[in-house]
Structures are given as structure tokens and as C-alpha cells.
């Protein structure tokens, strides 16, 4: 399956759930209704979590206020209005968490498009948000109320990139952060503030903007080859955990094949696709020569004109927020307890290291691994 929503691979996510009238991408709060429930939502059930998303959604005017004014996290701006908390100081029983984890969750999950939209404003334009516009549906909105682009075909390559990013399973940093604090018993906005962080690291979401910048088409050989001899990676190929092309990218690819074949950017994107994984294989140690979702999301949102490098992570943080919260509700509903990650001496580790490097002379594992 590759990347999988509960029973389904990214493929037949994107084929099953309901899209925007005149779509072809499946609408993302589709994929949350699935990671939540584990059943594929019909269009009318869908219809229904846009409208309550829709009825969520008004961003207090003093968290605004705020961002206007401070370089403050956004997410802890708005933990004070967190039902979780307030319930929890109320003496909430156990068997009520997860009521209270959802409450927070689709509040969060409703508000975060405006708190993006207000940072990109206010960061690269004129500070002011285009009208939230509760006729479209979750990214649609978004799409507009970022203000870049006007063609539906921006709206399509944001519903599929919030669709595509919204989960990962529970082991990368962003998740797994989150699911960390939250065993704590902290809120939503506390525990979603500490996977943000997470994404600010350049081997996760940062990754996302790296992943754009290539050399030119001649270069691509002696660059990937240059650049692996001076022990670097190649941003946008590879991945820790998949083993094949990554379906995210493959579906990416698919919607550029449709909508922009005559991009200069696709045309590089699509020559590396072809030229850099044969480098990786040469060396005889990558398990995952392919390339990642990263090395085609930029170019899709490059193209439709949102071209601010520094805002792909938080176009990542507004998708991973589906994912993150709905393990955070079925944490609380089956009760998982608090994460205490086991202590290895430096001793043991420093046994481990010896073991691995002795693995890498005889040609067991791969360097990357």
C-alpha cells in the first residue's frame, strides 16, 4: 500500500472519497471523516463536516491582533479557548477525553486555514486576508483566502496537496511529537504546537521546501553524483520508511501531467524523476532511489503562484493537522497511556554503534539505514 488511510492506499483514497463538485481530487476532510472513523464518508457526510468546520471556524479578533503584532506560535495563541483543558480542570471523567479531544480537534482543524492564511498575508503580502468564504469547501477556502490565485485549478492542487500530507503514520517526528505531549494529558493546542516544531526540522517538513531547488537539466547527473561523494543527501529522493516510489508524489505527478505538462519547473522535476534515481542505484546502497513527495509539491505550488519557499512548511502544518488529530482523539478514546521512552547507557550505545559499522564493512546494511 505504500502510505495507507486506515484500510485504504493514497491511490484509492483519492479515487473513493466525495470531491468538490466538478473535482477530481478527493476533498480532504474526507480523508479526516476516514482517519477518524475508518469508514469511507459519502458526499453528503462530507457536505456536513465542511459546514461544521465552516461554523468553527472564527479565529478570535485578539488572536489575530497578536500575530499582527508578535512573532508568537499561533497554535498557543489560541489554547486558551481549549474545551479539553477547561473539562479536564473540571474533574472530566476518562471516558469523556476523547468527547473533548474531538470538540478541540475540529476547532483546531477549522480555524488553522485562517491562521495560515493570516501569516502568509501578513508575512509576504499586504497583511490583508481575502473574505472567508463558507460556499466553498476546507481547502478551497484556504486556497482563496491565500489570495495567489484565482483559477480552480489552484483550488484542485490544494485539495490534493492538504489531502496527500495529512497523515504518515504515527513514527515521524511531526506525529510522533504530538503523540508524545498528548500522552501527558495536554490539550490539542499544546500538543500540535509541539509537532510544529517538528516541522521546522529540515529532515521533516522543512524538507518540503528544500525539495524544490535543483540545478539545471545538464547538471542534474554530475550534481547528484558531486553530491552524494561529499556525503550529502539529495533532497526529494529517498525515504526512511518507503521502499518504492512514494504514492504521494505519483499522484502529484499525475495532477501535473494533467494541468501544467509545459511548466519549466514540472519539466525539471520530471527530468529528475528520470536522471538522479539510476545515480542513487549506482552506489550500490539505497534501499529507496525514488523520489518523495517532496521533490514535487513546491513545483505545483510554484506554479499556481505561490512561490514563497519559507510557506511550504506551514501549507504542511495545515495537512498534517488532520492526521495528527485524529490520533490525538483515538489516543484519548482508547486511553494509551503516558510515553516513557526506555534510557540506553551510552555504553550500550556505543556497543550498538560498533555493531552497526562491523554490519556496514560486510555489506549487511547500507549506510542510510
Not at 480532504?28 to 456536513?48: H, M, Q, R, Y
Not at 512573532?71 to 477547561?86: R, T
Not at 492564511?117 to 472567508?132: L, M, N, S, W
Request: glycine letters at 6%.
Amino acid at each position: 500500500l505504500g502510505i495507507a488511510y486506515r484500510h485504504l492506499s493514497l491511490y484509492d483514497v483519492n479515487n473513493h472519497l466525495p470531491k468538490a463538485p466538478g473535482g477530481n481530487v478527493a476533498l480532504p476532510e474526507g480523508a479526516f471523516w476516514l482517519l477518524v472513523t475508518g469508514d469511507e464518508p459519502n458526499a453528503e457526510e462530507v457536505k456536513g463536516l465542511t459546514e461544521e468546520l465552516h461554523r468553527r471556524s472564527t479565529v478570535p479578533s485578539n488572536v489575530l491582533e497578536t500575530i499582527d503584532t508578535l512573532p508568537i506560535e499561533a497554535m498557543l495563541a489560541l489554547q486558551k479557548d481549549s474545551k479539553f483543558c477547561d473539562k479536564y480542570q473540571e474533574g472530566m471523567k476518562k471516558d469523556e477525553y476523547w468527547v473533548y479531544a474531538l470538540e478541540d480537534a475540529l476547532d483546531i482543524i477549522a480555524k488553522i486555514p485562517t491562521i495560515a492564511a493570516k501569516i502568509y498575508r501578513r508575512t509576504f503580502q499586504d497583511g490583508v486576508v481575502p473574505e472567508y468564504d463558507k460556499s466553498l469547501d476546507w481547502a478551497a477556502n484556504f486556497a482563496q483566502m491565500l489570495g495567489v490565485n484565482k483559477d480552480e485549478g489552484f483550488k484542485e492542487a490544494v485539495r490534493l496537496y492538504l489531502m496527500l500530507h495529512a497523515d504518515h503514520e504515527g513514527g515521524n517526528v511531526s506525529a510522533h511529537a504530538t503523540h508524545l505531549v498528548g500522552s501527558a494529558l495536554s490539550d490539542p493546542y499544546y500538543a500540535w504546537a509541539a509537532g510544529l516544531c517538528g516541522l521546522a526540522g529540515p529532515l521533516h517538513g522543512l524538507a518540503n521546501q528544500e525539495g524544490d531547488q535543483r540545478p539545471t537539466k545538464e547538471l542534474l547527473t554530475d550534481f547528484a553524483e558531486k553530491t552524494l561523494k561529499e556525503g550529502k543527501v539529495i533532497p526529494g529522493f529517498g525515504h526512511a520508511v518507503l521502499r518504492n516510489t512514494d504514492p504521494r508524489y505519483m499522484l502529484e505527478r499525475e495532477f501535473a501531467l494533467t494541468h501544467c505538462t509545459n511548466d519549466p519547473l514540472f519539466q525539471l522535476v520530471d527530468a529528475c524523476y528520470h536522471a538522479i534515481p539510476p545515480v542513487l542505484l549506482k552506489q550500490g546502497k539505497v534501499k529507496n532511489p525514488y523520489p518523495n513527495v517532496d521533490a514535487h509539491s513546491g513545483q505545483l505550488m510554484y506554479f499556481y503562484n505561490l512561490k514563497e519557499q519559507n510557506f511550504y512548511t506551514v501549507m504542511f502544518a495545515v495537512s498534517r493537522t488532520l492526521g495528527v488529530m485524529a490520533q490525538y482523539i483515538w489516543s484519548r478514546a482508547v486511553a494509551l497511556p503516558i510515553e516513557r521512552p526506555k534510557s540506553v547507557p551510552l555504553d550500550e550505545l556505543s556497543k550498538l554503534a560498533k555493531k552497526h559499522r562491523w554490519q556496514i564493512q560486510k555489506g549487511k546494511v547500507s549506510d542510510q539505514q
